[in-house]
């Protein structure tokens, strides 16, 4: 006797309501889906199912039994599937969203290394810098900033994306450099609104947080045109620094405020969350977050390269 043979049978039964059906669905006989619970009840000692010639219903025992049948199946469906997935070869068509500035910047040559190593998987990676459900729009993995709160929508983070408050010295030179946030309402202030929202800027200052209302010269969700405003000494923005780690280095832009971190944000991966993930979606989102959690590269460059300069990171 197969006793999971017996076991799906029995959870067949209960969730189609009766033998005939449970019959249909698994393409058996009635006789052998009858047969295969009464096996089951005479090895448990106990009766399963209540059956009438209009109905079958669950005993007490048996809707514990269910319950229990459910885990034990689905472990071992599991436990199958991680296993078979060892001895295949990952292939098939991997779907990727991720903001333009950090795809640019480091996520095009993880995705380039990562089909160099899996060369059946082919990559279609769009830069999109809205929020995205992977399900809705038919995607393995979208990355972003801003968490999506759906149903069957799993969440990992990949990359702290601490930032820095920054200027040029063209603009400290004209304006000034202000020592207090506070200080940020008398500037010129540039203002990413699809990571901040409202023109308002926190800081942190130990356990106290400082918001400040700004009216900035320029509202935009462009990280290029954000860096070339600042660079050209139109004003004072918040920059990650992985986007800005070159112009730290060689001092075209300096951070200011150092003493107040700023809210840092994550980028995030959305996927599908089920057991059963892709052997291509699980390889890549593994390989990306051992990149990134534990050695975050740009930061380990900007410290080597200016030490204590850039302020200790605050989670928002």
């Known amino acids: 006797m197969d006793r999971f043979t017996n076991m799906k049978s ?7 309501g009766g033998f005939a059906a449970a019959a249909r669905r698994i393409h ?24 009438s010639t209009r109905s079958v219903t669950v005993t007490d025992i048996g809707a ?3 319950e229990r049948c459910l885990r034990i199946l689905s472990e ?10 060892r001895n295949v070869e990952p292939s098939g068509h991997l779907k990727v969203t991720c903001p333009a500035s950090f795809a640019a910047r480091y996520l095009d040559e993880d995705l380039c290394a990562f089909q160099r190593e899996y060369s059946d998987i082919t990559v279609e990676l769009r830069y999109v810098n809205r929020a995205v459900n992977p399900i809705t729009e038919d995607l393995d993995i979208a990355l972003q900033i801003e968490e999506q709160h759906a149903d069957n929508v799993a969440v990992r983070r990949i990359a702290p994306l601490r930032r820095v408050a920054v200027a040029s010295a063209q603009y400290l030179e004209k304006f000034g450099r202000p020592n207090h946030p506070k200080k940020l309402k008398e500037h010129r202030c540039i203002h990413n609104d699809s990571v901040d929202g409202l023109p308002i800027w926190r800081f942190r200052s130990g356990d106290k947080e400082i918001i ?17 405003a600042v660079l050209g000494g139109n004003g004072i923005a918040f920059l990650p620094l992985f986007f800005i780690e070159e112009e730290l280095i060689n001092g075209s832009l300096i951070p200011i405020l150092t003493g107040y971190p700023l809210p840092m944000p994550w980028l995030l991966a959305h996927f599908a969350d089920t057991p059963h993930l892709p052997l291509k979606t699980r390889l890549f989102l593994d390989r990306i977050s051992q990149r990134y959690r534990n050695d975050v590269p740009w930061e380990r460059r900007l410290q080597e390269h200016l030490g204590g300069v850039i302020p200790v990171l605050h989670e928002s």
């Open 10 to 16: 029995f959870v067949s039964v209960v969730e189609a």
């Open 28 to 51: 058996i006989s009635k006789a052998v889906v009858s047969k295969r619970i009464k096996q089951l009840e005479g090895t448990l000692g106990v009766q399963l199912l209540l059956r």
């Open 64 to 66: 514990v039994y269910y």
């Open 76 to 85: 071992v469906a599991d436990a199958e599937a991680e296993i078979s997935s």
């Open 212 to 228: 400040v209302p700004i009216q900035p010269i320029m509202v935009t969700n462009n990280g290029w045109l954000m860096r070339e």
